[in-house]
């Protein structure tokens, strides 16, 4: 492992482009559950049965309340040690595209400023009506569903199981992940499309790919480096070994 992080350390010093990809994993020691793995489920139902316009069309209550308990729970939450060393990280390398599946705004809270959001944020609403995007950080909401002043209902401002991802959000995207000398892929399960192709896109380009997860995923054979463990410990430990600003 020591090998290992050096190596990546020797990487990250001679980029000129760096890329990180972050999914649920990164604020999992910030205390919001993942999709998958333990503690992901809300009242026994699965993400897939609520992050869905079906399942929004069906009883928009019900998917509020799923979201209003999360947005309480990401609003006691602070960045951990790994949102901050990726906003460190930002300060150091030339040119840095953070993308993030994250909706829970804590990157942005710990200071990362180049942040492509994939998936949209918590805390905008959107109006089903005519698109109006407004930021609302009232918790917990005091009326399910929220409504707009135009009537109709409020969604959250995110992508959902099945909706396609905002075309300027893919374009940032994938432009980092083609121009990066290095890309890591931090805390994603590496399944929910197109987020799950960034790391092999950046690959087929001839960057160097780092995966930093506790666990295996799809990626794990095709990456270059595969650090098992905590975000939380290993970026900063990545982070120890690059000269400081
Ligand atoms: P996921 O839930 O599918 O996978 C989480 C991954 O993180 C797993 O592979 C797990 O092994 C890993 N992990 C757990 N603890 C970790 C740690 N301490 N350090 C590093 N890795 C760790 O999440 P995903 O791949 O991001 O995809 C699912 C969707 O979940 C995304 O669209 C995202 O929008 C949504 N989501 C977001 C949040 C959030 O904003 N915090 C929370 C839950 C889900």
Redesign the pocket.
């Known amino acids: 492992m020591d090998l290992l992080l050096a190596l990546v350390g020797e990487r990250l010093k001679a980029a000129t482009s760096v890329a990180v990809l ?9 205390g ?6 333990p503690g ?1 489920l809300w009242k026994s139902y699965r ?1 897939e049965e609520l ?1 869905t316009p079906e399942a929004f069309r069906r009883d928009a209550r019900l998917v509020w309340e799923w979201y209003d308990w ?1 947005r309480q729970k ?1 609003a006691q939450a602070s960045p951990n040690p ?1 949102h901050y060393a990726l906003a460190a990280l930002e300060r150091l390398a030339p040119a840095f595209t953070l993308i ?5 705004g ?1 990157h942005q809270k710990a200071g990362s400023e180049r942040i492509v959001e ?3 944020c ?1 805390w905008r609403l959107r109006c089903e009506a005519d698109g109006t995007v407004r930021e609302n950080r009232e918790v917990p909401l005091s009326i399910l569903p929220p409504r707009c002043p135009c009537g109709s209902l409020l969604r959250p401002d ?2 959902w199981f099945g909706e396609p991802l905002s075309s300027e959000a893919q374009a940032g995207a994938f432009a980092a992940a083609e121009s990066a000398d290095v890309f890591l892929t ?7 499309q197109p ?2 192709s960034l790391p092999l896109v950046a690959k087929r380009r001839g960057a160097f790919v780092v995966e ?4 295996s ?1 799809p990626l794990t054979p095709s990456v270059d480096a595969s650090l098992q ?4 410990s ?1 970026l900063p430990e990545i982070l120890s070994l690059l000269p400081k600003v």
């Open positions: 972050t999914g649920a994993g990164v604020s999992a020691e910030s919001i559950p993942t999709f998958r793995g992901g993400p992050a999360r990401i790994a993030t599946q994250n909706i829970d804590l994939l998936h949209g918590i995110v992508v931090v805390g994603t399960s590496a399944v929910v987020a799950a930093i997860n506790p666990f995923t463990g905590r975000a939380g290993i």
